[in-house]
């Protein structure tokens, strides 16, 4: 059974920081390429941050670049989001996502609200 489980949202002050998790089980996590979306209230979801599966490359929108650090640990099957220096406009929920193209295989996790507000 293929799950991911993200945790570390919540309430933060504009300028802290949260870290995301994001507990992978079910499929051979080292393959696949993991993202981290968002998607904030009336607003489509958006593509925040991805690492290859090595873990030697990332990505990064815009908004986000020098703020925000995505990485994995393939012994624990993690993926981690650090959000430094959050702003109001980061609030969203944010959703872990798994892809591996050669297998057709592309799953979701359930989302963790992110709330950025004084």
């Known amino acids: 059974q293929v799950r991911l489980v993200e945790s570390g949202g919540g309430l933060v002050q504009p300028g802290r920081s949260l870290r995301l998790s994001c507990a992978a089980s079910g499929f051979m996590f080292s393959r696949y390429v993991m993202s981290w979306y968002r998607q904030a209230p009336g607003k489509e979801r958006e593509l925040v941050a991805t690492i290859i599966s090595t873990g030697r490359s990332t990505n990064y929108t815009d908004s986000v670049k020098g703020r925000f650090t995505i990485s994995r640990d393939n012994v624990k099957n993690t993926v981690y989001l650090q959000m430094n220096s959050l702003k109001p406009e980061d609030t969203a929920v944010y959703y872990c996502?798994?892809?591996?193209?050669?297998?057709?295989?592309?799953?979701w996790g359930q989302g963790t609200q992110v709330t950025v507000s004084s």
């Open positions: 996502n798994a892809n591996n193209k050669y297998v057709s295989a592309d799953y």
